[in-house]
């Protein structure tokens, strides 16, 4: 995972996202009102599947 602040984004914005598609890797970006996180759309999918199919096997939980 990559930390960057806002600045050094907007310079490299194409060549970080690059990275983040090709790796599969994250990037934290720190601003002054918090942190955000980029993802790929691959890993972003996936952790929807999981919590999808963690939801759907929790008894407790009507879905």
Known sequence: MKVTN?????????????????NNDSITVS??????????????NAMLETIYHNVKEDPHIDF
């Open 31 to 44: 601003t002054k009102n918090g942190n955000v996180v980029i993802i790929s759309e691959t890993e972003y």
């Open 6 to 22: 806002i600045s050094v984004l907007r310079r490299n914005l194409f060549s970080l996202i690059d990275n983040v598609i090709e």
